[in-house]
């Protein structure tokens, strides 16, 4: 793996943060650490400093000035002189007795810490750096007595050889610390990611031809397998988009080419047998009809995608629905005649719904179509309406045909399907695709029920009309 490429992946960068942060919060507890330690020793310190400054001043109440300065002296030998020492000020700073000062001449006096150590009457400390930080000093300002001020100082060398030792062996814990955060965040991040790279092998590998490929889901219901499970859903959902649209576009080509056919035969023969003018009128005619056909194909297809695609233009009416049942039927009763069918209607009004006349007729026209055409001579097929649930009236259609195979019931709506696999009967496999588009146009819907040599029932939904619903 080439490193640009290594620099711009996303476990590279969950590494980085990782081991970032990583490496922040170990520096932020050493720091914590360090803080903690260096306050701890200031305060033994200080502590050791204020008991020397209260025996300075039990020895001053007792024994006066010269026994401070023989206490002065002694406590130097006794700690070693270039551990501690002592000096004894008067309020403005003059210096009038001290312990040996050959190491610490370099100590000043701080006139503003003395000023407030004679203001506030308490102890004052500070910090002193000697010698281009060669050394530190721990200094107390004491007020011993009435006009005498003790400064005091202890050495740091012990405690700076511990911070030296802290400082290096932080250098070296944060070099184990950066080893430690970024080899196990590579790995955590690989293994976090692992589902993310058979999603992308997946799909890299994925064509119309190989749509069969899934993820592989490891049931740890965790947020990769939710990433796994979706994709694979939304793959079960393009491979059956597509092999619809295979079929439709295989229904198309068979539905075009029986009329593009007869066209070109009818062209054919007449111009070869044709010997006078009937005969090219006849041929005109039969055009003019396929024409229309084509045409008609192609106008409910727009129809059905507009429709679905919320483009579609309905003007919409309040009507009675039992008139438009009856205007149907009065269209169909002559068909059903020829076929020998029984038409019924028993819709019993009044049903108001609020629809575009001229499309609720299609709907409902090619519904009836489809039951007197799949039901054999003998049967019949009735029209009914109730009232539904949720301001709802369900328009159903029974007939008392060949039915429709399980298999095919959630098909039958499908553009271009046809039950029939010779696709022998007459018609385009449009008409119950646009029969629900048109019914859901109109905030509604159709369904089926259907037993295989039974007969089937298609149930148009339509929103009832405000009064209706008010009625009932």
Request: glycine share 10%; net charge neutral.
């Amino acid at each position: 793996m080439r490193f640009p490429r290594l620099f711009h992946t996303l476990a590279f960068r969950l590494t980085l943060w990782y081991a970032g942060i990583f490496v922040v919060s170990s520096c932020v507890s050493f720091m914590l650490f360090y803080l903690l330690v260096s306050r701890t020793i200031v305060n033994h310190m200080d502590g050791e400093l204020e008991g020397i400054a209260a025996r300075f001043s039990t020895v001053l109440s007792v024994q006066g000035l010269p026994g401070i300065k023989r206490l002065a002296a002694l406590e130097a030998r006794a700690a070693g002189e270039k551990k501690v020492f002592f000096r004894l000020l008067y309020p403005d700073g003059e210096v009038f007795a001290s312990s040996y000062m050959a190491y610490w001449e370099r100590i000043p006096i701080s006139q503003k810490t003395l000023g407030e150590l004679l203001n506030r009457k308490k102890n004052m400390y500070d910090t002193v750096t000697v010698g281009d930080g060669a050394y530190s000093v721990r200094v107390l300002y004491h007020l011993v007595g009435s006009g005498v001020v003790l400064q005091t100082g202890l050495a740091m060398e012990a405690y700076s050889g511990f911070f030296n030792a802290f400082g290096r062996v932080f250098v070296a814990a944060m070099a184990l610390v950066v080893l430690l955060a970024v080899v196990p965040g590579w790995f955590m991040a690989r293994k976090a990611l692992g589902g993310v790279a058979a999603v992308t092998r997946t799909a890299a590998v994925i064509s119309g031809d190989s749509l069969s490929r899934r993820v592989p889901v490891t049931g740890h219901q965790d947020e990769l397998d939710q990433l796994a499970t979706t994709f694979n859903g939304m793959l079960d959902r393009i491979e059956t988009l597509v092999t619809s649209i295979r079929e439709m576009g295989d229904n198309i080509a068979h539905d075009l080419k029986g009329p593009v056919t007869r066209i070109r035969g009818l062209a054919e023969v007449t111009l070869v047998n044709g010997k006078g003018i009937d005969e090219y009128q006849a041929m005109a005619g039969s055009t003019i009809e396929e024409a229309d056909r084509l045409l008609s194909m192609i106008n409910t297809m727009l129809v059905i995608s507009r429709t679905d695609s919320g483009q579609g233009e309905f003007s919409m009416e309040s009507l009675d629905l039992s008139q438009l049942v009856e205007e149907a039927c009065q269209l169909f009763y002559p068909l059903a005649e020829d076929g020998n069918v029984v038409l019924k209607n028993m819709v019993q009004g009044p049903f108001r719904v609020q629809v575009d006349r001229g499309m609720m007729q299609r709907c409902l026209s090619n519904i009836m179509d489809n039951a007197i055409k799949y039901t054999n001579a003998g049967g019949s097929v009735a029209v009914t309406a109730a009232p539904g649930v949720d301001g709802m009236v369900a328009l159903s259609v029974e007939d008392s045909g060949v039915g429709i195979e399980t298999e095919n019931m959630d098909r039958v709506f499908e553009r271009f399907f046809r039950a029939d696999a010779s696709r022998s009967c007459r018609g385009t496999g449009l008409g119950l695709s646009l029969a629900r588009s048109l019914a859901r146009g109109h905030g509604g819907d159709v369904t089926v029920k259907s037993v295989p040599g039974r007969g089937s029932v298609f149930t148009i939904y339509l929103p009832l009309h405000e009064e209706n619903i008010t009625k009932w």
